[in-house]
């Protein structure tokens, strides 16, 4: 029929080859990409990194040294005491499978951010505690924000340094 189309002779709908969910920069010189930062910004920001993950590392043993003490403080065990310890390794282990994807998705620093904020907090409530359960679950905590130093850092020089 004349001025009528049928369903079979419409046009494919064209897309651009391009993923329009790629993430890409502003060309090649683009400030914002990490690979065209000077060297003297990218050895600051190692340096950061490397601080970061030693603190964190650190934070794992810290309570060692005063699991005696502990153990007196809140009349608990040595089992209980090296509770303390495994908590916050047991977050460290497990952080990462949440904050590595969401560091490619969000972005690092959207991740950086609010974990390293939290990492604080938890720490601040393992100092205050008043009793074994919540030094525990802020132990927890704390191991579980701190991962992000490891999970991403690795992530964040390997952005500044690797050429796609």
């Keep these: ?9 419409q046009e494919e709908p064209q897309y651009s080859p ?6 890409t920069w502003d060309g090649p010189n683009d ?4 690979q065209n930062w000077t060297t003297g910004k990218k050895f600051l920001v190692v340096i950061v990194l490397c ?3 030693f603190c964190v590392s650190i934070g794992s043993a810290d309570i060692s040294p005063a699991i005696h003490r ?8 040595t089992e209980v ?5 495994t908590f916050y390794v047991f977050g460290w282990a497990t952080g990462p499978l949440i904050f590595s994807p969401a560091s490619e998705i969000f972005g690092r620093n959207s991740v ?5 904020a939290l990492f604080i907090l938890f720490n601040l409530g393992c100092a205050l505690s008043k009793d074994i359960t919540s030094l525990l679950i802020c132990r927890l905590f704390a191991g579980v924000f701190s991962s992000t130093a490891t999970a991403v850092g690795f992530g964040s020089a390997y952005d500044m340094f690797h050429r796609m």
């Design 70 to 77: 502990v153990k007196l403080q809140y009349d608990i065990s």
């Design 51 to 53: 601080v970061n993950i």
């Design 1 to 9: 029929m004349p001025g009528s189309r049928s369903l079979l002779s």
């Design 31 to 34: 400030p914002a990409n990490p």
């Design 18 to 23: 391009v993923d329009p969910f790629l993430v």
């Design 81 to 85: 005491a090296t509770l303390l310890l």
């Design 112 to 116: 950086y951010r609010p974990t390293w």
